[in-house]
């Protein structure tokens, strides 16, 4: 069966610092993969994509970026963090069929102090 | 392109009453539609889903929802709200035209006793 481990659950960082959140999914092949904000309050916002290796779509410019240095591996990163990159932040997998949903990592609570 | 509007931020309602949480979309393409259900600091679980088959589709938890093209509605269903069910919940569709999952904002769910 498939599975998505994400990490960490919970991350505070200082301003300025750099970030590493990580996805794995397992049980799949060439899935797509996507990484979600979640701010307080507000629905969840689509910041990167991903249909392949290498292949990465941006939705939204910011201090974010992201990569997938595997077929099943999702990396956000960021150099220097903001205040306002607190959130919650979900990584999810589907495939590109009709029909099928979206499947989605635990999350990682970050706070920018 | 696709978009989904969930018609409410927050509905609240007593234990035992009957739930209604509001969805509408619009697609160039026949989409499929799921909710899924986020209790606090958890991912995201899918509830249900729609792929063109019956337009009344039952879920996990007593839920329900039903596809009405005429309307583009989507709307989430139960006939008797249990405390557990307060939750966050998300009206979501993914279509052939991208195949990446759209979010509604959100509704919160709020159960009194």
């Known amino acids: 069966s498939q599975t998505i481990h994400q990490w960490p659950a919970t991350l505070v960082q200082p301003v300025g610092s750099p970030l590493s959140l990580e996805c794995t999914v397992e049980?799949?092949?060439?899935?797509?993969l996507y990484w979600y904000r979640q701010a307080a309050g507000r629905g969840l916002q689509l910041l990167f994509y991903?249909?392949?290796?290498?292949?990465i779509s941006s939705e939204v410019p910011q201090n974010l970026s992201a990569s997938r240095p595997q077929d099943r591996q999702f990396i956000l990163s960021s150099k220097k963090l903001l205040l306002s990159d607190s959130g919650f932040y979900l990584c999810?997998?589907?495939?590109?069929?009709?029909?099928?949903?979206?499947?989605f990592g635990q999350g990682t609570r970050l706070t920018v102090v | 392109a696709q978009s989904v509007t969930q018609l409410d931020s927050h509905v609240s309602v007593s234990e035992g009453t009957p739930v209604l949480l509001r969805c509408n979309y619009s697609?160039?393409?026949?989409?499929?539609l799921f909710w899924y259900v986020q209790h606090p600091n958890k991912g995201l679980q899918l509830l249900l889903k729609?792929?063109?088959?019956?337009?009344l589709v039952k879920g996990i938890n007593g839920f329900e929802a039903e596809f009405k093209k005429s309307e583009t509605s989507f709307h989430l269903t139960k006939p008797s709200a249990h405390m557990s069910d307060a939750a966050e919940y998300f009206c979501?569709?993914?279509?052939?035209?991208?195949?990446?999952?759209?979010f509604g904002r959100g509704t919160s769910l709020i159960v009194h006793p």
């Open positions: 991903s249909v392949g290796i290498g292949q």
């Open positions: 049980g799949t092949s060439n899935p797509n």
């Open positions: 979501v569709a993914i279509s052939g035209g991208s195949y990446i999952p759209t």
């Open positions: 999810a997998w589907s495939l590109e069929t009709l029909n099928t949903e979206a499947f």
């Open positions: 729609y792929t063109s088959a019956a337009t």
């Open positions: 697609s160039s393409y026949s989409p499929s």
